[in-house]
């Protein structure tokens, strides 16, 4: 018979044995990191939140992304539970069991959702994906705060990546512009002269500025001094970032110009023809390319990423049938007459646009990029060139290329300039105007046709859309020269640099009425345009 005395001895002892074995066994989550968000005071939480995504560890994403989908609860005894499927686990404790009675969530409100979100964003700094850590340093560069400091410093240590790792360095300066310490504020600053980032001006600018009272901002005049250092780089780089992807999408626009323009520069430049349906004729070539598009995705959904070197040929062909169709039909009554010419081209251009929309329907079709096509190469920190455009640029070279190999080294290239230099001198001779002048057309038809298969890949596909660029293709025709092939290519890149370098400061509306005033001028003054042409026909 054991005596009271030495039944309470043995709890005692049994009691301390647990408390030993329990002390021995490390917990998850630090149960002081945790009591403050058991709590209703949102300031430690908040405190709490930021130290729990320090640990940057499996433990503290998964806690975390429980408390960010409310699957986070705490006991009437101030434990805290991730309660998934009637199942309780303590972080703490690192158990799993049933779920106890009198469970209530943990509140979140915006902020602490916010700062909860942005703990989550920074533990993917930790990932093993490289492309999940350099999206994360993307995401952090937006909005990084001086809590998220500690965190950085530690992504900073483990990343191998050269490239994420200045990033970070970058982002951890950003971090410690925040900090109470003027020498941590300072070397934050300093580091950050190199970047191109303008989201970075505000923060260096608010330093320069002054409280109500006229007191600084900033206190510690080395630091003012250093940020207005830094505050000049950044701009000087970023001047120097805009000016250059002003130049490449100037040139981007001027080789969609020049594709537009090219076929009008045949028909137009060399027949004469005022062609008021030229823009339907890009629209048309850009739904064919669509119809490319929609036949691929059907019959070879594995190959469609090819369709475009289908659409090249077909949209040509497409294209220089519709034109050969207007010249047989309608144009070759009216050469001489170009009122008449003007008028009846215009007509047809508002039959093909109905003709496309009974077809279509009224609405814009959608043509996607190939994936080949996709995305951009990043030049300068922030300058981002899209592949879709630096392959139009290449294009547009191309088609140029072989129009004047065409014009110039085919036996249809002799005739045609022969044709039109003196059309009855090329008839004595045995050639067959009639049969050129179709030629001619169908030629600056199909060339039209492959500027649709561009615009196609630079927005959306409908039937207004040839109308943008008809303007646009008559003036630069007339600026480079009528008939002539450098001409068209000079005007056309140098309206597509003016455009991008007045539409950020006289708007785009602003800079159209500008150029067609300094394209007035210059007719005004040099009525042949940039080259004249020279020939018998001139005279």
């Known amino acids: ?66 408390l960010n989908n409310d699957a986070l609860y705490k006991t009437p005894d101030g434990r805290l539970l991730i309660v998934t499927d009637d199942q309780a686990y303590d972080p703490v404790l690192d158990t799993t069991g049933p779920m106890p009675e009198g469970l209530d969530g943990v509140m979140l409100n915006n902020r602490l959702r916010g700062a909860v979100e942005e703990a989550l964003s920074a533990l993917k700094l930790f990932s093993k994906d490289r492309a999940e850590r350099a999206a994360a340093v993307g995401e952090l560069q937006k909005s990084v705060t001086f809590a998220q400091a500690p965190l950085i410093d530690k992504a900073l240590a483990a990343e191998q990546d050269p490239q994420i790792r200045e990033q970070l360095q970058l982002v951890a300066a950003t971090a410690n512009l925040q900090s109470p310490d003027a020498a941590r504020r300072k070397a934050a600053v300093e580091a950050l002269a190199g970047s191109s980032n303008a989201s970075l001006r505000p923060a260096l600018q608010a330093m320069q500025d002054k409280n109500d009272d006229g007191t600084p901002v900033e206190p510690d005049e080395a630091v003012r001094v250093a940020a207005a250092k830094t505050l000049a780089a950044i701009d000087s780089r970023l001047a120097r970032t805009e000016f250059l992807g002003n130049v490449f999408y100037g040139i981007s626009l001027g080789s969609v110009l020049l594709l537009a323009a090219l076929g009008l520069a045949i028909t137009f430049g060399l027949m004469g023809i005022i062609n008021m349906a030229h823009g339907e004729l890009l629209m048309i070539g ?15 959904p594995s190959a469609v990423d090819a369709y475009l070197f289908a659409a090249l040929p077909a949209a040509f062909l497409v294209t ?26 215009w007509g047809i251009s508002l039959i093909l646009m109905q003709t496309v929309r009974t077809i279509f329907g009224a609405q814009n ?54 044709v039109m230099q003196n059309r009855r001198m090329a008839g004595c001779v045995g050639v067959s105007t ?6 001619t057309f169908g030629l600056g038809s199909g060339i039209a046709g492959l500027g649709g298969v561009a615009l196609s890949q630079l927005g959306n596909v409908g039937p207004d859309l040839g109308q943008a660029y008809i303007v646009d293709s008559f003036m630069v025709v007339v600026l480079g020269g009528v008939g002539q092939l450098a001409g068209t290519i000079i005007a056309a890149f140098g309206l597509g640099e003016a455009n991008k370098f007045l539409e950020p400061f006289a708007g785009a509306v602003l800079a159209k009425i500008g150029i067609l005033v300094f394209i007035i001028v210059f007719i005004q003054k040099r009525p042949q345009g940039l080259f004249a042409l020279k020939g018998r026909s001139v005279e």
């Not at 995305?375 to 547009?396: C, E, K, Q």
């Not at 009639?434 to 030629?439: H, L, T, V």
């Open 434 to 439: 009639a049969k050129i002048d179709m030629m």
């Open 1 to 66: 018979m054991i005596s009271p005395d030495r039944k309470h001895q043995v709890k005692k002892l049994l009691f301390i044995a647990c408390l030993l074995l329990c002390g021995g066994a490390q917990a998850a989550i630090a149960p002081a990191l945790l009591a403050p968000l058991a709590g209703d005071d949102f300031d430690p939480k908040l405190e709490a939140i930021a130290k729990i995504g320090a640990l940057a560890n499996d433990d503290a994403t998964r806690l975390l992304t429980a």
């Open 320 to 345: 220089a049938a519709v034109g050969v169709a207007m010249e047989r039909t309608v144009i070759r009554w009216l050469y001489g007459r170009p009122l008449e010419t003007l008028l009846a081209t």
């Open 365 to 418: 079709v959608e043509v996607a990029n190939p994936a080949w096509m996709t995305g951009g190469v990043t030049v300068l920190g922030n300058l981002v060139l899209a592949y879709n455009r630096i392959v139009i640029i290449v294009f547009s070279l191309v088609v140029v290329a072989g129009v004047w190999l065409i014009l110039n080294k085919t036996r249809l290239g002799l005739f045609v300039r022969a």
């Open 286 to 300: 850009a739904y064919t390319t669509y119809m490319c598009q929609m036949a691929f995705r059907h019959y070879f």
